[in-house]
């Protein structure tokens, strides 16, 4: 691939930028569940504008720009504030969800290491929690040992007991897990954790933005942030259900202590001090400042808002799948993830991958997952008012597809080119 010689306008590179995005999804139809996430015209408003005077700035060293600074510690605290952190909590803002929760890893590793001596540490997971995780212990040389889920899909806390060990350096729970969308037994597993002296990681990326909002709207929620002992770190994405462009994430430790075991200090380079929070070297200023603009811009009242819209959109997707022969909805968290499975009592059973085949013509996207196979949906307010077509298409894709099959097995949640 020849790299051109000459340049060209800019509206000539903006019109083909604008071409090429014709076979993306159609997310802002509210055709797409997950991936993209939509808060409405103003909150699009207030991240672009914020993200316009933040395009160029660095927040790799807050002396040079310490807005940078303060952007990421009122983000910090006040997402302490949602989870009931401590006031001792403390915590960086990252990439994504796949950053903090590599960060968790190596501040287990490193906390097991310096405080208990553990030099081949051990990780104790569910097998709903998040592929990231093992993504972790591949990069920071730690085992993984995974444990089956229970018959609702939540982890099963006595399997995970019998994989804890003396070399186990974390264990961890999802709110919610991103697979069905429920809520693991995090009292539970905090305490296993505790009879180890490991740490105890919940993985909020899915659930950081709408679970407390979920529970100041009254719905039932197990206990699962910082007010459960023995939670030494919360991952929670803004750029999922925080309604921020992608690109930010944020990482909460119990208390700084705990926080040091994932930064790194280095003084012995000839280009100076280096000291670095987290897995980045440069790091934008652009989703730092777009989200502290949404969330100022939203307050706790505007969250509220979307996510009433939110559970609405999700309890009215549940009882739809749940009136059409053939599919049903899998362990059900009763928040903003759903599973949707083919249903074994109905013969012939419906394959659920020719089903997403032929959502997907008519412009509806799913993760296509499993085992089992189940079309995913991440339920936001980007779904609202379109859910009555949903599920009138859903009706007739169901009987279009009835009988036949699909050879395309694959699942994908994330790809690599
Ligand atoms: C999205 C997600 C992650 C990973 O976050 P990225 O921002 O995609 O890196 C981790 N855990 C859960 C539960 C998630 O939903």
Redesign the pocket.
Known sequence: MAFARQGRSVDAVIAELEGKRQADVKWSEGRTFGMVYNGGPSVHEVAERAARLYLHENALNTKAFPSLGQIQSEVVGWTADLLHGPDSVAGFLTS???ES?LCAVLAARERAAAERGITEGEIVLPESA?A?FHKGAHLFGLKVRKTAVQADWTADVDAMAREVGPNTVLLVG?AP??PQGVVDPIPAIAELAASVDANCHV?A??GGFVLPFVEMLGRDLPPWDFRVEGVHSISA?L??LGYAPKGV?VILHRHKALRKYQTFVFDGWLGGFYASPSLQGTRSGLPMAAAWAVMQHLGVEGYLELTRQTLENADRMREGIAAIEGVRVLGDGGYHLIAMAADPAVEPAIDIFALGDALLRRGWFHDRQGPPDTLHSTVSNSNTGVIEEYLADLAVCVEEVRGQRTDDRSTNYATLE
């Open positions: 994504g969800g796949t929760i998040h990231a999802s897990q991103y993985d990326c899915m994405d750029h999922k994430s």
